[in-house]
């Protein structure tokens, strides 16, 4: 994901998914370009990644707090990606090469991957970014799905159960919760009621094959 406040730069969106074979597939991606409401599009984006049981996302860490706070009012958890965008380009582009990656057909993605520029400094160092007056809001959110979606599986994937019995689970799990596609449903564990029906304990998150305990 690439935020953005509103006024210059669109706010974007992706997700993606390992193929049997092994290759990262870019299943959907959206774009807002500005002038929008960030408060708008962070709860149209946060249905967009609930549709697709996403319950935590990587995005830019410029972008600050403010990702961060409003995607948690939508029970998405936002974490900032450490990674600089031209290292996330240096790492997707031999996979491109290599055919490991099946993009959508996309004429603005396609635009700014074409538009990408290799840069290197007087120490040395290469960066890879747009043109002067150039746009990769669009590709940068690309990128940063599909290196992560490889990077999980490297580790190893993530793993969904049933957190009070340990199984691997879909449908209705024990504690009455819904999984859809071996996922809990929105990531969110309803909390525990008394018999009168009073929450004795607050709802548990699913994030990243960990449940946590929320105070929400």
């Not at 809001?137 to 957190?163: P, Q």
């Not at 879909?170 to 525990?192: A, K, V």
Request: charged fraction near 25%.
């Amino acid at each position: 994901m690439d935020p953005s406040g509103g006024s210059q730069d669109s706010f974007t969106a992706a997700t993606a998914h390992m193929g049997k074979d092994g290759m990262v597939i870019l299943d959907a991606i959206r774009e807002r370009r500005p002038p929008f409401s960030p408060d708008g599009v962070t709860q149209e984006f946060a249905r967009f990644f609930a549709s697709y049981n996403v319950a935590t996302i990587m995005g830019d860490k410029y972008a600050g707090e403010w990702p961060r706070e409003r995607f948690k009012k939508h029970g998405i958890r936002y974490e900032a990606n450490a990674q600089p965008k031209s290292d996330l380009y240096r790492d997707l582009l031999p996979l491109l090469n290599s055919e490991q990656v099946e993009l959508l057909d996309v004429p603005r993605l396609a635009a700014q991957l074409a538009g990408l520029e290799r840069r290197t400094s007087r120490s040395g160092k290469d960066t890879i970014d747009h043109a002067p007056r150039g746009h990769d809001d669009l590709f940068n959110a690309a990128a940063g799905v599909i290196v992560e979606a490889l990077a999980l599986e490297s580790r190893g994937g993530v793993e969904t159960f049933d957190f009070i019995t340990g199984e691997i689970v879909d449908g209705w799990d024990s504690h009455g919760c819904e999984w859809r596609n071996r996922m809990p449903y929105n990531g969110l564990f309803p909390g525990e009621r008394n018999a009168k029906g009073q929450l004795t304990s607050h709802p548990a998150r699913f994030i990243n094959g960990v449940v946590q305990a929320s105070s929400e």
